[in-house]
């Protein structure tokens, strides 16, 4: 048997990244039955429900009861995380990968954004009680460092001195965007709206320092996916220019408005012709990770005020970017670097792709049979239910965020199927538990906003 290839990149991404969706995914009970569950009307009412249901059981499973912050493993397991020892220095290396705190803030600003959107859609008491509890996590996250302007990986539940200075794109973009979300939000105290005036100011400014890269503690070093967002291309432009705006409106500082209207004059406009979808737009080359940016995108599109042209732009742009991620074929070339090709053939075979590729998020949520995949070995049931749930739940999460009608319709039937037949319970890793609450919550917000005007 072939063995995937070990090149360090892979011997990195593939055990860290992936083992919380993949290995941990692949315990899916044999119990679940895309088809043998009644699946309950969709209704407004049946989806509180079950969003409620979801969200209960997630914040059960993978939040600190003291702190409020989301982490990558169930809570119940931190015994076996990474010790605080071990984060302070700096393992595991690089990025903290396979710690379970490496993520915070991507998993509860997420989360945060989600839930805003769902309670401006429709109020809930529960939602409005566990926002609040989000920014408060979000803030104990960011002052658990001691360098203004950084957002950190972590901190760790028994240690808060232990955190990663090596973050990233994402978790400073999702950390900007939820405050100033949460900013905008009748939820906000005076006292709220302060912290994240002189937060989001610090995070500007350090960037601003760094020519809009991200680097270490030391101001050195850059940061694992710490490059800059002045890039001219599709992934630049849909970071900087929501970013800056975001902010901007989580400050109120003209500064940041003067930086928004700079970057996107420059070189006669060409970041707002990159940001309008085109022939050369391109999305994430994860097929796993695509989805990440609709968050921010969605923030950017809420945000913006009504009759600016950015909201058509950035409506057209979620529609792309769903668009592309529904047709890509699973494994994608990027996703063929790190797995062996006799364990593609094999899953290929045994769930009955018709071929070498799954084609599109249909299919693929279509091939889940959860009998087969627990006859498989232990790599392919990682590599089945990575291709089978987590695949199409991406797909389905960018099309809810799309916010375009047809879409949404199109493919809600599959979507609702899915929150109601996987069972979380089997699966370890916090990413997908996470993902199925904040699809959810966004289906929420999409049916209670329907007879409105569509975003």
């Given at each position: 048997m072939k063995h995937i290839r070990r090149n360090r990149f892979f011997l990195i991404l593939f055990p860290c990244v992936l083992a919380g969706m993949l290995i941990s995914g692949s315990c899916l009970s044999a119990r679940c039955?895309?088809?043998?569950?009644?699946?309950?009307?969709?209704?407004?009412?049946?989806?509180?429900?079950?969003?409620?249901?979801?969200?209960?059981?997630?914040?059960?499973d993978f939040q600190d009861p003291n702190t409020g912050v989301l982490y990558l493993g169930r809570f119940s397991t931190r015994s076996k995380w990474t010790s605080p020892a071990d984060v302070k220095a700096k393992l595991p290396h690089p990025w903290g990968y396979g710690s379970r705190i490496e993520d915070t803030c991507l998993h509860t600003g997420q989360m945060l954004v989600a839930l805003l959107e769902a309670q401006q859609?429709?109020?809930?008491?529960?939602?409005?009680?566990?926002?609040?509890?989000?920014?408060?996590?979000?803030?104990?996250?960011?002052?658990?460092?001691?360098?203004?302007?950084?957002?950190?990986?972590?901190?760790?539940?028994?240690?808060?001195?232990?955190?990663?200075?090596?973050?990233?794109?994402?978790?400073?973009?999702?950390?900007?965007v939820s405050l100033a979300m949460y900013s905008q939000s009748p939820l906000a105290s005076d006292a709220d709206k302060a912290f994240i005036r002189q937060t989001l100011n610090e995070?500007?400014?350090?960037?601003?320092?760094?020519?809009?890269s991200i680097k270490r503690a030391d101001g050195k070093t850059q940061s694992h996916v710490g490059?800059?967002?002045?890039?001219?291309?599709?992934?630049?432009?849909?970071?900087?220019?929501?970013?800056?705006?975001?902010?901007y409106k989580g400050t109120g500082n003209p500064h940041w408005l003067e930086a928004y209207v700079k970057f996107g004059n420059e070189k006669e406009g060409k970041r707002w012709q990159l940001f309008r979808p085109g022939p050369d737009t391109q999305i994430n080359k994860h097929p796993i990770y695509a989805n990440q940016n609709c968050i921010r995108l969605g923030a950017f599109y809420r945000l913006l005020d009504d009759d600016a042209p950015e909201k058509q732009w950035t409506r057209d742009l979620l529609r792309k970017f769903a668009e592309i991620q529904l047709e890509r074929d699973f494994p994608s070339p990027f996703m063929r670097r790190f797995i062996d090709e006799e364990t593609i053939q094999s899953v290929a075979k045994k769930m009955n792709w018709g071929g070498a590729d799954i084609h599109g998020t249909t299919a693929a949520w279509e091939l889940y049979d959860n009998d087969a995949i627990s006859r498989l070995r232990s790599r392919e049931r990682g590599l089945a239910t990575l291709a089978h749930v987590r695949f199409p739940l991406g797909g389905?999460?960018?099309?809810?965020?799309?916010?375009?009608?047809?879409?949404?319709?199109?493919?809600?039937?599959?979507?609702?199927?899915?929150?109601?037949?996987?069972?979380?319970?089997?699966?370890?890793?916090?990413?997908?538990?996470?993902?199925?609450?904040?699809?959810?919550?966004?289906?929420?917000?999409?049916?209670?906003?329907?007879?409105?005007?569509?975003p």
């Open positions: 039955h895309a088809g043998d569950a009644a699946v309950p009307p969709l209704t407004r009412a049946t989806v509180e429900t079950q969003t409620l249901a979801l969200l209960d059981q997630y914040l059960k859609a429709h109020p809930n008491p529960r939602f409005a009680q566990e926002a609040r509890k989000l920014f408060q996590a979000l803030r104990y996250i960011y002052e658990s460092s001691d360098t203004p302007g950084l957002v950190p990986r972590g901190p760790h539940p028994d240690d808060r001195t232990a955190y990663y200075d090596d973050s990233s794109m994402d978790q400073h973009t999702t950390f900007i995070i500007g400014q350090r960037m601003e320092k760094y020519d809009w490059f800059s967002w002045k890039q001219m291309k599709t992934n630049g432009v849909t970071i900087l220019l929501p970013a800056v705006y975001a902010l389905y999460h960018m099309v809810v965020a799309s916010g375009q009608e047809d879409l949404i319709q199109q493919h809600q039937a599959s979507l609702w199927k899915m929150l109601n037949t996987i069972d979380l319970s089997e699966i370890e890793g916090g990413e997908t538990n996470y993902l199925f609450s904040v699809v959810s919550l966004q289906l929420y917000a999409y049916l209670w906003n329907s007879e409105q005007d569509s």
